[in-house]
């Protein structure tokens, strides 16, 4: 008689409900198929082309062959906190106790989830901008709460409007979600704008959370801090990192500020799950705030030099473009093509290899524009402009 074959079942996996209402990010998505494609332009994932600079590689190299490779306090090192009190004393002019008022994190990512954990009961609301950073919304579905997008346009410079936000306050309002620089746009609010947004954070007694890791990428413009604003400390979570101002992605540190109380609590989250960011990356954080300030001056005119060419660039193609005064960001409008923006993305990479990433993926409001990130070399958003050109002239319906 013949022996059977037994066919391994496959087991059907159960996923979590919150896991599956997530969808995958929009931007990973596009890059895993960039992996496999040679001679492409990338304007697309968000970060430095620079290397960290030296003097804060050597201080980590130097710590890790003094042998300082154990874990760190679950909040920070010491140094680190203090560090970063003085630096947002000297340049926000905010106190925070470095003991009991500062967290240190693994990227803004870490520093995000904690807070909604943190603040957010099920089906608390957290209004946030649309078009707004992919981890956004899912920061707060994570939580279990409800993200309340408000559409923000081209025309009113990307802006969030007190007037919009208040319209869309309910009973279950828990807070704002806020961050500017924006990333897709690079939009920066006045304070003027800021401060609206303050006073419906006092009226309706909201928690404001202030991700600020683009606040040093200026251009022309001030930042200002949320939490510098009168009376705001006290309703504010800032969400600040080294990643992009320090070209720091790789090294995953981050932090929050905020009352005692929430930082007490998201401390809490933070040991159980991290215990510690990490330690070298720590004392490479460390240097970056102590040493001279001329690395972070100098990429910020290097952004600038390139901000400049392709916004010009974009405009001349015919892709109208938003001037971005922050960020490494620019946000052209593909509607002359007719395409959405998923397809200008998917079309522009099979058939001139540059790479660009779909407004839609950062909400609903991102369709009919891309993100371009000109954190890459002058030479290639040159060469990535002269590529659009030959693509948008072939495909312009109006
Ligand atoms: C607006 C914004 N917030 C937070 C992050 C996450 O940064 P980190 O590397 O500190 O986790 C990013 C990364 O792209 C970002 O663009």
């Given at each position: 008689?013949?022996?059977?074959k037994?066919?391994?079942?496959?087991?059907?996996?159960?996923?979590?409900?919150?896991?599956n209402?997530?969808s995958?990010?929009?931007?990973?998505?596009?890059?895993?198929?960039l992996s496999?494609?040679?001679?492409?332009?990338?304007?697309?994932?968000?970060?430095?082309d620079?290397?960290?600079?030296?003097?804060?590689?050597?201080?980590?190299?130097?710590?890790?062959?003094?042998?300082?490779?154990?874990?760190t306090?679950n909040s920070?090192t010491?140094?680190?906190?203090?560090?970063?009190?003085?630096?947002?004393?000297?340049?926000?002019?905010?106190?925070?106790?470095?003991?009991?008022?500062?967290?240190?994190t693994?990227?803004?990512?870490?520093a995000?989830?904690?807070?909604?954990?943190?603040?957010?009961?099920?089906?608390?609301?957290?209004i946030?901008?649309?078009?707004?950073?992919?981890?956004?919304?899912?920061?707060?579905?994570?939580?279990?709460?409800?993200?309340?997008?408000?559409?923000?346009?081209?025309?009113t410079?990307?802006?969030?409007?007190?007037?919009?936000?208040?319209?869309?306050?309910?009973?279950?309002?828990?807070?704002?979600?806020?961050g500017?620089?924006?990333?897709?746009?690079?939009?920066?609010?006045s304070?003027?704008?800021?401060?609206?947004?303050?006073?419906?954070?006092?009226?309706?007694?909201?928690?404001?959370?202030?991700?600020?890791?683009?606040?040093?990428?200026?251009?022309?413009?001030?930042?200002?801090?949320?939490?510098?604003?009168?009376g705001?400390?006290?309703h504010?979570?800032?969400?600040?990192?080294?990643?992009?101002?320090?070209?720091m992605?790789?090294?995953r540190?981050?932090?929050?500020?905020?009352?005692?109380e929430?930082?007490?609590?998201?401390?809490?989250?933070?040991?159980y799950?991290?215990?510690?960011?990490?330690?070298?990356?720590?004392?490479?954080?460390?240097?970056?705030?102590?040493?001279?300030?001329?690395?972070?001056?100098?990429?910020?005119?290097?952004y600038?030099?390139?901000r400049?060419?392709?916004?010009k660039?974009?405009c001349?193609?015919?892709l109208?473009?938003?001037?971005?005064k922050?960020?490494?960001?620019?946000?052209?409008?593909?509607?002359?093509?007719?395409?959405?923006?998923?397809?200008f993305?998917?079309r522009?990479?099979?058939?001139?290899?540059?790479?660009?990433?779909?407004?839609?993926?950062?909400?609903?409001?991102?369709?009919?524009?891309?993100?371009?990130?000109?954190?890459t070399?002058?030479?290639?958003?040159?060469?990535a402009?002269?590529?659009?050109?030959?693509?948008?002239?072939?495909?312009?319906?109006?």
């Amino acid at each position: 008689m013949a022996v059977q074959k037994r066919v391994p079942q496959k087991r059907k996996q159960h996923i979590a409900a919150r896991a599956n209402k997530l969808s995958p990010s929009g931007i990973r998505k596009f890059f895993d198929l960039l992996s496999s494609m040679e001679g492409v332009i990338s304007l697309g994932v968000g970060e430095p082309d620079f290397p960290t600079p030296w003097h804060i590689r050597e201080a980590a190299i130097e710590s890790i062959e003094q042998g300082q490779t154990m874990y760190t306090s679950n909040s920070g090192t010491p140094e680190l906190r203090k560090e970063l009190a003085r630096h947002l004393k000297t340049y926000h002019g905010v106190d925070y106790d470095p003991m009991s008022e500062i967290l240190i994190t693994v990227g803004v990512s870490e520093a995000l989830d904690l807070a909604m954990r943190a603040m957010i009961d099920p089906g608390d609301e957290v209004i946030h901008p649309d078009p707004s950073f992919v981890a956004y919304s899912s920061s707060i579905i994570l939580a279990e709460g409800v993200p309340a997008a408000i559409p923000t346009y081209e025309e009113t410079n990307f802006e969030l409007s007190a007037t919009a936000i208040e319209k869309r306050i309910t009973r279950k309002t828990r807070g704002i979600l806020i961050g500017f620089p924006s990333n897709p746009t690079g939009a920066v609010m006045s304070k003027q704008k800021l401060t609206e947004i303050a006073e419906l954070a006092r009226k309706h007694n909201l928690t404001v959370f202030s991700d600020e890791i683009y606040g040093k990428l200026v251009y022309g413009v001030e930042h200002t801090c949320f939490a510098s604003l009168p009376g705001m400390k006290e309703h504010t979570i800032l969400l600040g990192g080294f990643s992009k101002a320090y070209a720091m992605t790789g090294w995953r540190i981050g932090f929050a500020a905020a009352p005692k109380e929430i930082i007490t609590a998201m401390t809490k989250i933070h040991q159980y799950t991290m215990m510690c960011a990490s330690t070298m990356g720590q004392v490479a954080a460390l240097e970056a705030l102590k040493g001279g300030q001329d690395c972070v001056t100098e990429m910020v005119e290097e952004y600038n030099r390139r901000r400049l060419v392709i916004v010009k660039g974009l405009c001349d193609i015919g892709l109208s473009c938003f001037e971005p005064k922050g960020a490494f960001y620019a946000f052209p409008s593909i509607k002359c093509t007719g395409m959405t923006s998923e397809e200008f993305a998917e079309r522009l990479l099979a058939e001139e290899k540059v790479a660009v990433v779909p407004g839609s993926a950062f909400g609903a409001c991102g369709e009919g524009y891309v993100r371009c990130c000109y954190a890459t070399a002058l030479s290639d958003i040159e060469e990535a402009l002269k590529r659009m050109k030959r693509f948008v002239n072939k495909y312009r319906v109006k």
